[in-house]
């Protein structure tokens, strides 16, 4: 079925920026809030636990609280994930974006109150729960946009809850200076910070349309699902693309909602379903996080002056907002395939470089680059693409916790592996890379400007079903 290329209205627009702020921008900013002001941060535990019990804590003991600050924002990540199935479907992808940011204002106020508490456990817990959010919305966003996109911006638009995770990230790290709030006094209003954008989003995103395609497929709401196109469009004619939804729901009534469980057993998603595991464990594997959760710990080691180290962070931080604003502009131009290989293929090479310990600074910077290009936004992009309406929420459940719990893996391991390893330990790093490189090249086909069904007919043909199981407009011509 064919469309006219559509435009991005206003409507289309502001709800993309709003989603993307109030819930992307809070998960890239937690990932990096606590790096600069890691050693007030920790001083604050140890004075904590000197007047508790009178004496110091050990350091394996504070880096092993240090590590749990960091690694239960990912936890909370994936605990966040497993929610998604349950709450898009009954809340919708507007819904539950609202009801998401219960997870951000309250872990807000705790981390505010922390020093003045006296408590240090009091972060380590409200980290799970913002963790919680951040898992809520780095699967839930990329759904809402997918949905709510034409097919020929579904790239662009995708790759927005990407940008505002690295503006996010960039945030913390300016805020992060020294004679800002990455200081011995600033470090909990920096932490609470993170509210602000959920109270936005509470107050403006109930003003736009919730996705067409869940309020059709899914509540069987024509009419409510054809005013929100018309919102979405600028203009009254959306026969088309409602004719197409129609398609999608008409093959999809005999399968339901799918479980994880019956997503993981359908014969006709094998391939998707291996692609995005692959794609989400190379993207959090390939050490990325490593770099922001440690950012400061890693300069430091490659004799980086202490008092520069922050503004090589920020200036980190800057390229990767730059080099995702380009990859918006280029993806459906190039295509997600081609930007996965090339991404893939920079941080291949720059982990190898860093492990020989040659210019350090800007191997880091040319992986940032790759990162931000391929691995880093894709992914979203292509799990959204890859399944049809009943199964888009469990394979997001899916992508989403092995993103997660990869993450969280990188943020515990990673301390210790830097002490036993030092710069070796990106040659871990750098073999992830290859590997799913090698995959992407096998296996993931190009999806750019093709419908949902384009999509799943092309699919159905790798994994070798009936094509008219994929493609219903062969039954109904």
Request: neutral net charge.
């Amino acid at each position: 079925m064919m469309f006219v290329l559509q435009r991005l209205t206003v409507v289309l627009a502001l709800a993309t920026l709003i989603s993307a702020f109030g819930s992307s921008f809070q998960y890239g900013y937690n990932v990096a809030v606590i790096n600069s002001p890691s050693p007030f941060m920790q001083q604050f535990y140890n004075t904590t636990y000197l007047e508790r019990y009178g004496s110091p804590m050990e350091d394996n003991f504070l880096t092993l609280l240090w590590s749990l600050s960091v690694s239960m924002y990912p936890l909370g990540g994936f605990f966040g994930s497993l929610m998604v199935a349950p709450l898009v479907n009954k809340l919708g992808r507007k819904g539950t974006l609202l009801f998401n940011n219960i997870f951000s204002m309250v872990p807000a106020v705790m981390m505010g109150v922390s020093e003045i508490a006296k408590t240090y456990e009091i972060i380590i817990v409200a980290r799970f729960i913002v963790g919680i959010c951040a898992g809520l919305s780095s699967n839930v966003v990329p759904m809402y946009l997918g949905e709510l996109s034409p097919k020929n911006l579904r790239g662009a638009l995708g790759i927005v809850p990407q940008l505002f995770i690295t503006i996010g990230i960039l945030s913390a790290q300016v805020l992060g200076i020294r004679n800002i709030l990455g200081n011995s006094t600033g470090w909990p209003l920096m932490l609470g910070l993170t509210g602000i954008p959920a109270l936005i989003e509470l107050l403006l995103l109930p003003v736009f349309p919730e996705s067409p395609r869940y309020m059709l497929i899914q509540r069987g709401d024509e009419k409510t699902a054809k005013k929100a196109l018309q919102r979405l469009r600028g203009w009254e004619d959306v026969d088309a693309e409602l004719s197409e939804m129609r398609l999608e729901d008409q093959s999809e009534k005999a399968e339901g909602h799918l479980s994880v469980l019956s997503l993981l057993s359908q014969r006709s998603l094998r391939w998707q379903l291996v692609s995005i595991i692959i794609m989400n464990m190379g993207q959090q594997l390939s050490g990325v996080n490593a770099i922001y959760y440690y950012a400061d710990n890693i300069y430091a080691t490659a004799g980086v002056n202490q008092n520069d180290i922050q503004y090589v962070t920020v200036g980190t931080g800057a390229v990767n907002v730059f080099m995702t604003i380009a990859a918006v502009f280029i993806v459906e131009a190039s295509g997600r395939r081609l930007l996965l290989l090339c991404g893939f293929g920079i941080c291949c090479g720059a982990c190898l470089t860093i492990t020989a310990a040659v210019g350090f600074i800007t191997c880091v910077i040319i992986y940032v680059i790759g990162h931000a290009i391929g691995p880093s936004p894709i992914p979203y992009v292509v799990t959204t693409e890859m399944f049809r309406q009943s199964a888009r929420p469990a394979a997001f459940m899916v992508a989403g916790s092995v993103h997660w719990l990869s993450n969280f893996t990188v943020g515990l391991i990673f301390p210790f592996l830097e002490r036993g390893l030092g710069s070796y330990s990106f040659i871990i790093f750098s073999f992830i890379c290859l590997v799913t490189l090698v995959y992407i090249w096998l296996v993931v086909p190009e999806t750019k400007n093709k419908t949902f069904l384009e999509i799943s007919q092309m699919f159905a043909k790798m994994n070798k079903v009936d094509e008219l199981v994929a493609n219903p407009e062969a039954h109904l011509s």
